[in-house]
């Protein structure tokens, strides 16, 4: 088979590498199928994702995903791709999730059969890291259950945290209380003095790509007030957003947001929509408008719209920044799968990874030493000061009055009042000690 790289078979399976993105696409149907039968039905999995992900990045890597075989046809893929020598998810770094796609109780042997096809010889890949897999997965579990030989090859190591909204069972009581927070009708109010403010869903192609230069402009603008590059300065990927317009039903999996203050548009929102979960993916609102927070009414909104149709989760995907802590009820944590050639290569790589964070926690206990040094060595040099100018008498008394003190009172404060007509020094009142 052209662009197929055959490995040995076990029992009744047969594994391959696919080589060539045009076979790969040609397994469209059953890909789609093993990525529903599975734990996640996540956008991240489909051949959309991956057609728009060839179609801005596509220069810059080749397809290398094993697939397995059984007596009933395609049992397993694994969406893979080798750039600059890394084995990584063909969606990477796009996807905030990522997974084996195969029927969520299928064996372990799959995945091992997957893995053997990855690890024969020659391999066009130095290095294998496989990241944003979540801990519900079912490569993590498979994992859990493959041979001891194989499991040797293999390290696991924490990633990303991602918070979400967990709805299921939820009336509407619970997000009734987080949409009438009471900075979010503030903010709400405060926009509406400016005029008249409005939200919806583009579902139309056209109308979306027309908004999608105002959405990486904000983006861009907002970036550079934080003090770091937007990725929409990247011209590819800036074409992997139009790319995901063209190949994503704009009704039902991509969910583009708008929100308006007298027509204009103020604040966006790209996100996605699947099997009952919303996804917060990629936000930008207009920087001139900051005092009035509109990626605040932005949330608000698409609060309001997982509400209205009921939704049973509202992931915040990866990422944990503070404003997620102010609406998630629940955080999962991503993991990352690291595959090595052969088990010599992983000992020596958790060997080094062990003499790493001893490395890091001897420099920490230096860093605590050093402080500790630097306060005692300037705490003497205090004490020699004190009894040069009052003496060694005096000195003493005054610690041992102070440690008196510091057993009987907790605290010491000095109350200063003003008499009438004065005023009392700014911070004077309730001084701590």
Known sequence: MVGTVKSHSRSALRGEIITNFGELESLAPEWMRLRNAGRRQDVFATPAWARACRQA???????????????????????????????????????????????????????????????????????????????????????SRVSTAMKQSIRVTTGALCPG????????????????????????????RLGKVSFRHLEDREEIKGHLPNLFRFHIARRAVAGDASLFLNADTCAFYRALVDELDPKTDLRF????????????????????AFM??????????????????????????ARDHKLREFDFTVGNETFKDRFANRVRRNRRIHVYGSPAVALRARLLACAGERARGAQRALGIRSGLKARASGLGRRVVRAIRRDGLARVCRRVLAEAFCRLIFRHAEVLVFAADGATAAPGAAGIGM
Not at 179 to 191: N, P, Q
Not at 257 to 276: C, I, T
């Open 57 to 143: 990045y596509g220069s810059l890597w080749r397809v290398y995903a094993p697939v397995v075989y059984d007596e009933r046809g395609l049992a397993a893929i694994l969406p893979l791709k080798v750039e600059g020598g890394i084995l990584q998810f063909l969606g990477a770094p796009h996807s905030d999730y990522n997974d084996v796609l195969c029927e969520r109780a299928a064996p372990a042997t799959i995945l091992e059969s997957c893995l053997r096809a990855l690890l024969r010889q020659p391999r066009p890949w130095r290095e294998c890291i496989l990241e944003n897999v979540p801990e519900d997965s079912v490569l993590l579990d498979m994992l």
């Open 165 to 192: 909204l967990d709805l299921t069972g939820d009336t509407g009581e619970y997000l009734d209380g987080l949409i009438k927070k009471k900075s979010l009708v503030r903010h709400e109010k405060s926009l509406q």
């Open 257 to 276: 947001s708008v929100l308006e203050l007298d027509r204009q548009p103020v604040a966006y929102h790209f996100g996605f929509e699947s099997n009952g």
């Open 280 to 305: 917060w993916y990629k936000p930008a609102f207009d920087v001139k408008l900051w005092e009035y927070s509109p990626g605040e009414v932005l949330i608000k909104k698409l609060l309001e719209y």
